[in-house]
């Protein structure tokens, strides 16, 4: 069986930026299962991974267009610090879900300066080129419901 649409694909993996730095592996954890043509995972490796078979392996650069897209200068912004009611201590590097008008969104606090506080919500990925890197572990087809849902059912996530 060669990986096409519909189909469940566990792949084993390996992730590093341009800098050579691993930022994410699947190594001592289960392979990462997903449904094969439905968006599940990032454009550039979904394109990669098509046509492949089991134990074959995968070595690709991902543009940050094909990966986490391109860095948005729209998505920094400064806030007040009156904004984070609640929070004891806000410092850089903490993360918040903020509510945005395109729905909920991960920021990342950057920069403090007395009571403005800078919060980027690009995926921390976002504006690089990635290389993936690792083998192909199992195909099957995938099920009616699963189909159905547009992602995989193993038994752990919310289905
Ligand atoms: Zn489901």
Same mark, same amino acid.
């Given at each position: 069986m060669n990986i096409a649409a519909q189909h469940v694909v566990s792949i084993h993996y390996e992730v590093k930026d341009e800098d050579g730095v691993?930022?994410?592996?699947s190594e001592g954890r289960d392979p990462l299962v997903y449904l094969h +043509?439905?968006?599940?995972?990032i454009p550039g490796l979904e394109k990669a991974l098509n046509g492949l078979a089991q134990g074959d392996g995968f070595d690709v650069q991902v543009t940050p267009e094909e990966a986490y897209g391109e860095l948005q200068d729209g998505l920094v912004q400064s806030v007040p610090m009156?904004?984070?009611? +609640?929070?004891?201590k806000v410092e850089e590097g903490m993360v918040f879900t903020a509510q945005t008008q395109g729905g909920p969104l991960q920021v990342t606090v950057t920069a403090i300066e007395d009571d403005t506080v800078t919060v980027d919500g690009n995926h921390?990925?976002?504006g690089k080129s990635l290389s993936f890197k690792g083998e192909v572990a199992e195909i099957r087809e995938a099920t009616a419901e699963e189909l159905e849902h547009g992602h995989v059912h193993d038994g752990t996530a919310d289905e």
């Open positions: 691993v930022v994410d592996t +043509g439905n968006q599940n995972i009156a904004s984070f009611e +609640g929070v004891e921390p990925l976002a």
